[in-house]
């Protein structure tokens, strides 16, 4: 699967933005999808997830703050990020999981997914 996202752009504290993540070439439904971020000098981690059914996950730093939704028709998972803080500045990224059942667990680990998309980048100024 090839993962496309895009979105990012620089925005003020308290403000918000919208990233959205199209896959090609593939049946996006049969895939969990996730987003992950990473800042300079750490790790990537996780943010979101979304399974093939619609349940949701978060990381709890942005839990309240943020969505993941999908959109099977237009094959693409959007993550909606409000009350942003400088502490959300990163490279956010897309993923997936080729999954076999509906109802599979939230995937929120890095090694969970197998194809990644390019990474878009937010910046939160203060």
């Known amino acids: 699967v090839q993962l496309q996202a895009f979105g990012g752009g620089l925005v003020q504290a308290g403000g918000s933005l919208r990233l959205s993540c199209a896959a090609s070439g593939v049946m996006f439904s049969r895939y969990s999808m996730g987003w992950f971020r990473q800042a300079p000098g750490k790790e990537r981690e996780f943010v979101a997830a979304?399974?093939?059914?619609?349940?949701?996950g978060y990381a709890d730093s942005v839990k309240g703050r943020f969505i993941v939704f999908r959109d099977n028709t237009k094959k693409t998972v959007y993550l909606e990020m409000n009350d942003l803080t400088p502490a959300d500045t990163a490279v956010y990224y897309c993923?997936?999981?080729?999954?076999?059942?509906?109802?599979?667990?939230?995937?929120?680990?890095?090694?969970?997914?197998?194809?990644w998309g390019q990474g878009t980048e937010v910046t939160v100024s203060s």
């Open positions: 979304i399974t093939r059914s619609g349940t949701t």
């Open positions: 993923a997936a999981k080729t999954t076999t059942i509906l109802s599979s667990p939230v995937y929120s680990d890095v090694t969970d997914y197998g194809s």
